[in-house]
């Protein structure tokens, strides 16, 4: 059976790491959560997802996650067309996939050391690698004195940045983070956003979904707004310009 390989499938071929053709998502409470998104995100690029509260940013991370699938249209990654993936598939696909949550979601009887390394145990990594592996990419997100500390030890900054250690352990071709800088004040929320962006210069292709208009104004990424499911804009810079 084909393994699901993000990796290989980008190496392999020029398609963008996620394509939305015409996609609509409506919920049985007959919810139009998104309406004929069209939307191509290459490799290597950064870009914040904004719009209002409802607006339809977490459908559209659950649908590049094949959490929910589309109502009518496709959405690729990777070239692959993830409403044809098999059950098999899926579960590997998200592996390969990083993710950052805005509460964090670590395991609470776990150590911080033990959070990273679950990541690489479940794909199987060998254990001299995740030894070697796990301080190497705590030392990147500055937690190397914290590796045997418990997440209910941690600041909401430094819990972030173990789920960020997390979230790249693996070395994903893509880091979807939605609301990430949502409990934390200023300063973390800049040091998440710094270890983002350095993600992404090693070749990460980033994905965020946020309400900080601070953030969106000093990073000058890409931004692509949603109002009621329909992208409202699409282009670099900040939020300040923004309609709403
Ligand atoms: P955002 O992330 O921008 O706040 P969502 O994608 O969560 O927006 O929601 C978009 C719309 O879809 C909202 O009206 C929300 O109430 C609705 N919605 C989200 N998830 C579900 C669901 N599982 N069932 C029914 N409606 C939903």
């Known amino acids: 059976m084909a393994r699901y390989d993000l990796h290989k499938d980008l190496q392999e071929i020029d398609a963008p790491v996620i394509l939305f ?62 409403g044809r993936l098999r059950r098999s598939q899926v579960s590997r696909f998200r592996r390969s996939i990083g993710v950052v949550f ?15 390394a679950f990541a690489q145990q479940v794909v199987e990594t060998p254990s001299w690698v995740i030894r070697r592996e796990v301080p190497k990419m705590l030392a990147l997100v500055g937690l190397s004195d914290k590796h045997d500390a418990y997440p209910n030890e941690l600041s909401g900054g430094e819990q972030q940045r173990v789920a960020l250690a997390r ?19 200023p300063k973390n929320s800049f040091e998440i956003m710094n270890l983002l962006n350095e993600a992404n210069k090693r070749g990460t292709t980033i994905v ?25 804009r699409d282009e670099k810079g900040g939020y300040a310009h923004a309609k709403n």
């Open 167 to 185: 979230a790249l352990i693996n070395h994903p071709v893509i880091l979807l983070a939605d609301e990430p800088t949502g409990n934390l004040d």
């Open 21 to 82: 053709d015409n996609v609509s998502k409506a919920y049985p409470t007959g919810t139009h959560a998104v309406n004929h998104i069209s939307l191509e995100i290459r490799k290597g690029e950064f870009v914040f997802l904004v719009g209002s509260s409802g607006s339809g940013k977490s459908t559209m991370i659950k649908l590049m996650l094949r959490e929910t699938k589309p109502s009518r249209g496709k959405v690729y990654v990777a070239g692959k067309d993830l």
């Open 102 to 116: 805005q509460d964090f979601r670590l395991l609470k009887d776990r150590t911080v050391y033990e959070n990273v």
């Open 208 to 232: 965020v979904v946020t309400h900080n208009r601070e953030i969106v104004d000093s990073m000058q990424k890409r931004v692509i707004m949603i109002n009621k499911g329909v992208i409202v």
